[in-house]
T-cell receptor, first 116, second 113 residues
């Protein structure tokens, strides 16, 4: 049973560089979510896809952030011109939406970003 | 704007004790409420999900209750074990077709052998 996977697990970058994270959801999960979690806080919702369509975006997702899910399977989250305030754990989750199901979200291990 | 509060922020108990974690939310128009566990530096593990029409859910030694009208949920852990040590997060999804989930900051639990 393969869960949600995220790569890389850790990323250290210098301020101003671009970074890209990848999330592979559980097979056949049609919904995919991105969250950001800073130390001592709960995760904050960033964005959500149903299949390949990005249906919700948080105001936290500034112009420097972009997320894609081109074929409705894996997703990428790119941060351009990184800032020290972007340092956080980036979590991905997926779920399978069915009318009769509870649509439980399953989380990946996260990618920890450190911006120097 | 939905706000989720968890009390206490940290809790330390001896092994074998029963304990209750509290979660409160400001907007009662919720779709569901979910309790998660997070180990240090790791992702989240779903423990229990309660739909807005339900009052409680149980899984093993865990029982979660929901009182939507008062904006409260509790997570009851029976006969705590050292392996239960983790941060427990409460998360609320609003009704109305939204997928955004709002999390509390969690309760950090330590069970002492």
């Amino acid at each position: 049973d393969t869960g949600v996977s995220q790569n890389p697990r850790h990323k250290i970058t210098k301020r101003g560089q671009n970074v890209t994270f990848r999330c592979d959801p559980i097979s056949e999960h049609n919904r995919l979510y991105w969250y950001r979690q800073t130390l001592g806080q709960g995760p904050e919702f960033l964005t959500y896809f149903q299949n390949e369509a990005q249906l919700e975006k948080s105001r936290l997702l500034s112009d420097r952030f972009s997320a894609e899910r081109p074929k409705g399977s894996f997703s990428t989250l790119e941060i351009q011109r990184t800032e020290q305030g972007d340092s956080a754990m980036y979590l991905c989750a997926s779920s399978r939406y069915r009318l009769t199901s509870t649509d439980t979200q399953y989380f990946g291990p996260g990618t920890r970003l450190t911006v120097l | 704007k939905q706000e989720v509060t968890q009390i206490p922020a940290a809790l330390s108990v001896p092994e074998g004790e029963n304990l209750v974690l509290n979660c409160s939310f400001t907007d009662s128009a919720i779709y569901n409420l979910q309790w998660f566990r997070q180990d240090p530096g790791k992702g989240l593990t779903s423990l229990l999900l309660i739909q807005s029409s339900q009052r409680e859910q149980t899984s093993g030694r865990l029982n979660a209750s929901l009182d939507k009208s008062s904006g409260r949920s509790t997570l009851y852990i029976a006969a705590s074990q050292p392996g239960d040590s983790a941060t427990y997060l409460c998360a609320v999804r609003l009704s109305g077709g939204y997928q955004k989930v709002t999390f509390g900051i969690g309760t950090k639990l330590q069970v002492i052998p």
